[in-house]
């Protein structure tokens, strides 16, 4: 396995883009990352998507992302693991360079989610979860994490407030990001008293419906060294595990063991401990996944994600920045595109590069953690600047 | 010996009282709790219907008869709320029970005797020998429309009974059926609530219909009403059963305790077969029970029950149906949320 | 719901069967082709239990199509022994009665139906003991 580099980054603004159909939105920021790399065409695009058929009835992205980049005849495939198929898609893509299959590959993500109404969307991310055993019954996505919270609440003494400090902290985050779908700043009662979705949690607990695409282009060492002139961030660890689908067959309701597993194997490819990172860009389609997160990731001990947020401690001035960009909160979660989008945001941050207000100070060494579902599949990655 | 060796009840949580209809309606609320010698009434919740009641209704039946449900030979539920036009609820609650393949099934419908004909059906086919075990269930999630008198007794629940010839808590001694063409209140085919004649309903229909087919039974059996320590009749409101059972000669002590109507209100095909298993829970050993239903159309079934020794062993091997009646779980509703269980809100598309 | 769909999970939603793994005796519901815990494809059947404890539960608000009418209702995981949780609503209980650690059991009752035409879906929902 050989040294991989991420050579381009490229991501449009979210939000409800009407104009834009799933085509158009995956080449767009496929170009962005092509003209970031300074280059004309990669050897092969892995696409994260969780489902452009049931949210545009278009399938064959392994066409598609080719065909209206102006690339064809590369290969393309169409990747997906429900909310980490960004991830998912930026390993198979470090996968296909590291084995020595290409030199140049790129990994791209997208997700067109207005095209159905608000009843499609949540039926399209519905199909996440167990369909036989959970959504027949009637339990929504937000209830999931609702149960969660509830759980984490009930184990650990997590509060109300610990949950809307994560909000606070992101939306904080995105107000300093132009691509964000919601750039606005909201405070603890805010989010407290916005409607109540799945009790605990309220509407600003939630991350939104989004269109979006990001892309990024991963290149063997060597080559990475004749073509960039950027700083160079090489992948120093990779890793990914599943758990089951059902949030009632999981070990404990309230711990992502997936998320731990993939970071566990991530940290040991780089030789790192966590203490060693610098950064972070997580998973927060809800508060309390944040919460959880940090705790699986070893960046607060187990159950007190919560006291972590509300001390400051991932804050973008602590000792632990998490998702400077926003995360899903602010930034917005089309679907598929997180996950790359989340690499993007770690390489910019790497180079320097982030809007002013929310570039890390010392960010040579990032991790990203996509998730799906309610944690049934996790991918970490470990990217660091040389 | 054939009779009943299994029985239970199932009654939704919800209540409502006759005040909160009275009220919508501008009607006099203590007139009608007078005339109708009626409270309050169950209601089911949404995710409720003539078949979920069933299923409940069956298992504590199967708890008290102590078999294997794959030994039961037919299950026979008698509504006037079947959930589907075509495909019988008996299916889906003999699924549910674990009672298939081998069972023959069929759905009664006879407005409010369905329940006891499934019963009658299931003893007959035991007392032939054609099957060892047979279901009867009687059960309803019935429908008033909105204003009429119906609305204030129109309710929910079941009753399960399995009969059989081993393990006999009650020896089923005599039955009768009388029944002619009276249309006292029906439904056609698509309309959602059903018709009555009004007073017509009382005299030429359930009072006659009763003491033709009670006269039977009693000359039939040589028996007189004072032989019974319990009588149950067809309640639709608190009044009909009691006028009744006393132009019979029977007295109120041995109609009290099947007399559920003041607050539970009429179940329809569930109505009189419920009232039995309330007298089941608390009978003795030797009490002679005398059982006569009555649906609109309009016919009864009557049946004579004798309880057995083995009555104490199964009593409190599920719920006892007072103490679903009165459980501490009751819920009220007010007339609004009323009517959106009831479906009879017109909501888009319709 | 396509109708080979739902009547294929009618054992487990009418009659709660599940299977017990013949080496190890885990109980897994539904039934798997093979044992997560021990990898053995060897099961007996068995049933779960009808008895349990909610564990953790919500109420959802904002419900997905097909359950809007019914909006809000509590969903729980329940406990019910043997190393089986299940999820499903909590029926017959009010909000503010809703505790981790309350007693249920499970009940037959009707989760959805499509419509005036559509088959009607039965399964199961927890009450309080």
Redesign the interface.
């Known amino acids: 396995m050989r040294d991989v580099a991420v050579i381009g980054v490229g991501m449009n603004k979210w939000g409800e883009l009407w104009e834009a159909a799933i085509r158009d939105l995956l080449a767009e920021s496929v170009l962005l990352a092509l003209d970031d790399a300074g280059i004309d065409s990669v050897e092969a695009m892995y696409i994260g998507c969780m489902s452009s058929g049931l949210f545009t009835h278009q399938e064959h992205l392994g066409s598609i992302g080719p065909d209206y980049s102006g690339i064809c005849p590369i290969p393309g495939m169409r990747v997906e693991s429900a909310c980490a198929s960004g991830g998912a898609a930026f390993r198979a893509a470090y996968i296909h360079v590291a084995s020595g299959m290409a030199d140049i590959v790129m990994a791209a993500g997208v997700e067109k989610m207005t095209d159905v109404d608000g009843g499609g969307a949540t039926f399209a991310l519905a199909t996440a979860a167990d369909q036989e055993y959970e959504v027949y019954n009637g339990v929504t996505f937000p209830g999931l994490y609702a149960m969660m919270a509830n759980h984490h609440m009930h184990k650990y003494g997590t509060t109300r407030d610990q949950l809307s400090q994560v909000a606070v902290k992101n939306h904080l985050n995105g107000s300093k990001n132009p691509l964000a779908q919601f750039r606005m700043k909201v405070t603890p009662d805010q989010v407290k008293n916005s409607v109540m979705v799945a009790d605990p949690l309220t509407l600003l607990d939630c991350s939104p419906i989004t269109d979006g695409s990001a892309a990024v282009i991963l290149c063997s060492m060597d080559k990475a060294k004749e073509l960039t002139r950027k700083r160079l961030v090489k992948i120093i660890g990779s890793g990914h595990a599943s758990d089951t689908i059902q949030l009632a067959q999981r070990e404990d309701i309230s711990s992502l063991k997936s998320t731990n597993m993939a970071a566990k194997q991530a940290l040991e490819m780089a030789g790192r401990k966590i203490s060693d990172i610098n950064f972070a860009e997580v998973h927060d389609c809800f508060t309390i996944a944040e919460i959880m997160v940090i705790e699986a990731l070893g960046i607060a001990p187990q159950g007190k994600g919560g006291k972590a947020t509300a001390d400051g401690i991932t804050a973008i001035d602590g000792k632990f920045p998490v998702n400077a960009s926003g995360g899903l909160k602010s930034k917005g979660h089309p679907v598929g595109a997180t996950g790359v989008a989340q690499i993007a945001e770690i390489v910019k941050q790497v180079r320097g590069e982030a809007d002013e207000g929310r570039q890390v100070k010392k960010a040579d060494i990032g991790l990203a953690q996509n998730m799906g579902g309610s944690g049934a599949s996790s991918v970490v990655h470990i990217l660091e600047g040389m | 010996m054939v009779g009943i060796v299994g029985y239970g009840a199932y009654i939704p949580?919800n209540r409502i009282k006759v005040e909160e209809i009275a009220k919508v309606w501008g009607a006099d609320a203590p007139s009608y709790k007078r005339g109708l010698m009626l409270r309050e009434k169950s209601v089911p919740?949404?995710?409720?219907?003539t078949?979920?009641m069933s299923?409940?209704a069956a298992k504590s039946a199967i708890k008290r008869a102590g078999i294997d449900p794959r030994e039961i030979g037919a299950v026979y539920v008698g509504s006037e709320s079947h959930?589907?036009a075509v495909k019988p609820s008996g299916t889906?609650v003999a699924?549910?029970i674990?009672a298939t393949p081998d069972c023959h099934c069929a759905d009664f419908e006879f407005a409010c005797k369905a329940g006891s004909e499934g019963m009658f059906v299931a003893m007959g086919l035991v007392k032939a020998g054609e099957i060892d075990y047979g279901m009867g269930i009687g059960a309803d999630t019935s429908q008033g429309a909105p204003g009429d008198a119906l609305e204030y007794s129109a309710s929910a629940g079941a009753a399960a009974f399995i009969f059989g010839k081993k393990n006999v808590v009650a020896e089923s001694q005599f039955t009768h059926s009388w029944m002619t063409d009276t249309p006292d209140f029906w439904r056609r085919e698509h309309q959602f609530y059903p018709s009555h004649g009004g007073r017509f309903t009382g005299e030429p229909a359930y009072f006659r219909t009763i003491n033709g087919c009670a006269k039977a039974l009693l000359e039939k059996s040589k028996m007189k009403p004072s032989d019974f320590a319990f009588a149950v009749f067809h309640q639709p409101n608190g009044k009909f059963p009691m006028t009744v059972g006393k132009q019979l000669g029977f007295t109120e002590e041995q109609m009290n305790q099947g007399w559920l109507c003041p607050t539970l209100g009429n179940t329809y095909s569930g109505a009189s077969p419920i009232g039995l298993t309330a007298i089941l829970d608390i009978a003795k050993p030797g009490d002679k029970i005398f059982m006569v239903s009555y649906g609109s159309g309009a016919g009864s079934d009557g049946f004579i029950f004798e309880v057995t020794d083995r009555i104490k062993e199964v009593q409190n091997k599920a719920v006892h149906t007072r103490a679903m009646l009165d459980s501490d779980?009751r819920?009220y509703l007010d007339y609004g949320t009323y009517t959106?269980f009831r479906g009879k809100i017109k909501?888009r598309?319709? | 719901m396509s109708a080979p769909k739902y009547w294929r999970e009618?054992p487990q939603r009418?009659?709660f069967e599940a299977a017990r793994c013949k080496k190890c005796s885990k109980v897994l519901f539904p039934p798997r082709l093979i044992c997560p815990a021990c990898k053995s494809r060897e099961f007996e059947k068995t049933r779960i239990n009808e008895k349990g404890t909610v564990e953790t539960f919500t109420i959802i608000r904002i419900a997905p199509t097909g359950f809007t009418?019914?909006a809000p209702y509590p969903v729980g995981i329940v406990d019910v022994g043997d190393g089986v949780r299940v999820l499903c609503?909590i029926?017959?209980c009010?909000p503010e009665n809703l505790k981790i650690g309350m007693k249920v059991r499970l009940?037959?009752?009707?989760?959805q139906q499509e419509?005036?035409a559509g088959v009607?879906n039965?399964g199961y929902?927890c009450v309080?003991e």
């Open positions: 949580r919740s949404p995710d409720q219907d078949i979920t299923v409940e959930p589907y889906i699924e549910a674990g779980n819920r959106k909501l598309g319709e | 009618i009418y009659r009418d019914e609503q029926a017959d009010d009940e037959f009752r009707k989760i419509g005036h009607i039965y929902k309080p």
